[in-house]
C-alpha cells in the first residue's frame, strides 16, 4: 500500500525530486519504523516507540491529543515510563491530560486518520511545510518562571537549492533525537532546548503555539485540517509548490 501510493504521489507531484528514496532492500526497517506512526488503536494511552512515546488523550470534544514524548515529559505529565497504558473511561481525566499534553506541544486532531494520512505522505518525502502541524517542543524551568519553547517542521524532506521559496520553519536538526532524549529533568530539558535557539516566554499565554484551553487547541486542529484537506487537491499542491512564496500571513496559527 505505501509503495502504491509512492509511485501515484511519484506521478502526482512529478517535478518533486525524492532526495531520500527507500533503499527496498532494507523495506523491513523501513515498514518497522514506519508502522506505529500509521497505526493507532483507540484503546491506548501510550506506546513506546523507538526515540519516543506516542501519547494520546480522548478528549470529550472528540479527536485525539497526539504527542510524541520524551522520558522527562512523560513525567510531566505524571504518565508511567516503564509501563504502557491504556485510556481512562473518565472523560474528567481525558480532558485534563489533554490539555496538559497541548500545554507540552502535542496537537489536537479530528480523528487519526486524517493525521495517519498525512503522516504517511510526510514519511514519502512530499513537502507539506505549513500545512501540516509543526513539532513544538516545551520546557517548563523548574523556577516555575515562563517557558521555553523550540519548534520544526513536520517535513522529511528538505527544500530544493533552486527553489525560490523557503520554508516557514527550519527542518529537524540531525542531532535533535539524541541530544533530547539525553535530558533527565525539566531544566536539563530547558538547557538543550536553549541551545537549539529556543524562545523564551515570560507568559506561556504569549506563546502563539500553545493553546490555553482545549477549546483553543480544537480551532487550531480545525484550522489545519482545511490546510490539510488542502494538500490532497492535486492541482492545489502543484500549483502551491510551483507558485510564488507564501505571504507569512498564511502560516500564522489562528491564536493572536
Ligand atoms: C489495555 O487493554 C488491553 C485490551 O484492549 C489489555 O489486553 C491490556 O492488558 C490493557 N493494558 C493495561 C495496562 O491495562
Not at 485534563?96 to 494520512?117: K, S, V
Not at 512530499?126 to 524551568?141: C, Q, R, W
Not at 530547558?190 to 484551553?213: H, Q, R, S
Request: net charge negative; hydrophobic share 35%.
Amino acid at each position: 500500500m505505501l509503495s502504491a501510493l509512492a509511485s501515484f504521489l511519484w506521478v502526482a507531484l512529478g517535478h518533486q525530486q525524492l532526495q531520500m528514496q527507500p533503499d527496498p532492500s532494507s523495506g523491513v526497517n523501513v515498514a518497522m519504523y514506519r508502522e506505529p506512526y500509521l497505526s493507532h488503536d483507540p484503546n491506548t494511552r501510550t506506546e513506546f516507540l523507538p526515540l519516543s512515546c506516542k501519547i494520546t488523550a480522548y478528549p470529550s470534544s472528540g479527536g485525539i491529543v497526539l504527542g510524541y514524548f520524551s522520558a522527562v515529559e512523560l513525567a510531566h505529565l505524571d504518565l508511567s515510563r516503564t509501563k504502557p497504558a491504556n485510556r481512562s473511561s473518565d472523560p474528567v481525566e481525558e480532558d485534563d491530560l489533554a490539555l496538559r499534553m497541548l500545554h507540552l506541544g502535542a496537537h489536537w486532531w479530528p480523528n487519526w486518520q486524517l493525521y495517519a494520512r498525512h503522516q504517511e505522505r510526510i514519511l514519502e518525502g512530499i513537502l507539506y511545510d505549513f500545512h501540516f502541524p509543526p513539532n513544538v517542543n516545551v520546557g517548563y524551568p523548574s523556577s516555575g518562571k515562563g517557558v521555553w519553547v523550540f519548534k520544526f517542521s513536520a517535513d522529511e524532506r528538505i527544500w530544493d537549492e533552486e527553489d525560490q521559496r523557503k520554508p516557514y520553519l527550519e527542518r529537524k536538526p540531525d542531532d535533535w533525537d539524541g541530544r533530547i532524549n539525553m535530558a533527565l529533568t525539566m531544566d536539563e530539558r530547558c538547557d538543550v532546548l536553549k541551545d537549539f535557539g529556543a524562545t523564551f516566554y515570560e507568559d506561556v499565554e504569549d506563546c502563539k503555539d500553545i493553546p490555553t484551553t482545549l477549546q483553543e487547541g480544537v480551532e487550531e486542529g480545525r484550522r489545519y485540517e482545511r490546510l490539510l484537506k488542502k494538500m490532497e487537491d492535486t492541482k492545489y499542491v502543484d500549483e502551491w509548490l510551483s507558485g510564488p512564496e507564501v505571504s507569512s500571513d498564511a502560516s500564522m496559527p489562528a491564536k493572536t
